[in-house]
């Protein structure tokens, strides 16, 4: 036994209860499964993403009522699927947390959350403008951050570091103010 | 010439003095006696000239000289932290430094009841037109800090969120440098405004423009 496995501490018993759940309920379709001190964490496809995420939430034993967070990633040197989205559920049930991830080729959309948590509307919202991860059914995909008027992802990885949009205001404040 | 009063003049003493011919209806010349009696030739400077006035001379600059006096004391910042520097502001709002001494505690979440507004913090696109807003907002006479390098130039933030120092958009009166800067640098920034108070002298009324408007009308270059 190495010493990073002595070391892992155990899940805790709501959640050991739950990982059972899920792997009986999707087995294989659950791609890749990690446990690092004591957080748990899944892989799956695009296609399973509403469905895990709906099992999370509707199966009792599970029952992660919040979305604490649903966020996007750009990993250009992962050229097959360069962006992610990775959601951390809470469940105040049972008091433990789940983290669920999926990889995404680009310009390839993912359907949306917002039917099980009506707060993912802002965080997809967010993933849109940042990564240009498109949410299908989102039903108001807008800017959150950046001015109507602009262009780009800005937290991938390609986009540039230091501003280019001309001037120092940047943004066209004509009907603004 | 009698001695300076504060007291104003009557309709009937004004009556008199236009049909002398007294009234000046321009500044007094420095050389002019009444000047150099009240020790006034400095304020008419800044005043834009000293009005003699029948019974006395130079009401309008002894009556800004006391409403200076008046509001240096009690100059009222717009609560308006946009970011970390607003950390140091609430420090030097704290009991260590307490600026309440100078009447500066009494941060006003309104901009109609402010005297002015402390930039603490960078200030992203998108919150540009809320800050011209808020300025516009503001009552004259009013006066501006640019807290912090962000507020200033931006700082390292020369991305695609940052606006390029805020008096890009806004008149600013005195840039406070640092990163945060400490509150005994705010506090001298507030010093220099309550100096600038006592003068009536302020950004808006020097350079008589607000830059967000003239990049709007197409007159600035720098934006």
Not at chain 1, 57 to 84: I, M, V, W, Y
Not at chain 2, 4 to 29: C, H, I, K, Y
Request: net charge negative; charged share 25%.
């Amino acid at each position: 036994m190495s010493v990073a496995a002595k070391m892992e501490p155990p899940l805790p018993a709501s959640l050991a209860a739950a990982r059972v759940q899920l792997e009986q309920r999707f087995g294989t379709r659950l791609l890749e499964t990690t446990q690092f001190r004591g957080e748990l964490t899944y892989t799956v496809a695009p296609v399973d993403w509403v469905d895990v995420l709906r099992f999370c939430k509707e199966t009792p034993a599970l029952a992660f009522d919040q979305l604490d967070s649903l966020a996007g990633d750009h990993l250009p040197e992962r050229a097959e699927a360069p962006l992610q989205m990775v959601a951390h559920l809470l469940s105040h049930t049972h008091g433990h947390r789940l983290r669920v991830k999926t990889k995404l080729a680009e310009g390839q959309a993912l359907p949306t959350v917002t039917g099980l948590w009506p707060s993912a509307g802002f965080d997809e919202r967010e993933a849109w403008e940042m990564f240009g991860i498109v949410f299908e059914g989102h039903p108001d995909l807008r800017r959150l951050l950046t001015t109507d008027d602009f262009v780009g992802h800005p937290l991938r990885k390609d986009f540039p570091l230091q501003g280019t949009v001309g001037g120092r205001i940047r943004t066209d404040l004509r009907g603004k103010i | 010439m009698s001695e300076p009063s504060l007291r104003s003049a009557t309709d009937a003493e004004v009556r008199a003095a236009l049909a002398r011919g007294d009234l000046g209806p321009g500044p007094l010349e420095p050389g002019d006696p009444a000047v150099q009696e009240t020790g006034l030739d400095q304020d008419a400077e800044v005043m834009g000239g000293a009005v003699r006035l029948p019974g006395g001379v130079a009401m309008p600059v002894q009556l800004e000289r006391i409403l200076g006096f008046g509001r240096s004391f009690s100059f009222w910042p717009l609560l308006f932290g946009l970011a970390c520097c607003a950390i140091e502001m609430m420090a030097l709002g704290g009991s260590r430094f307490d600026m309440s001494r100078f009447g500066m505690e009494a941060m006003r979440a309104s901009p109609r009841q402010a005297d002015g507004m402390i930039v603490a913090g960078w200030c992203s696109i998108k919150m540009a037109p809320r800050v011209v807003r808020l300025y516009e907002q503001i009552p004259d006479p009013k006066w501006v800090v640019a807290m912090g390098s962000c507020a200033i130039s931006g700082n390292i933030w020369d991305t695609y969120h940052v606006v390029q120092g805020i008096d890009s958009l806004i008149p600013v009166d005195v840039y406070v440098p640092g990163c945060p800067p400490r509150p005994e640098a705010l506090w001298q920034g507030l010093e220099m405004i309550r100096d600038r108070i006592k003068g009536s002298r302020h950004a808006y009324d020097g350079l008589r423009r607000i830059p967000a408007r003239e990049a709007i009308a197409g007159e600035g270059t720098e934006s």
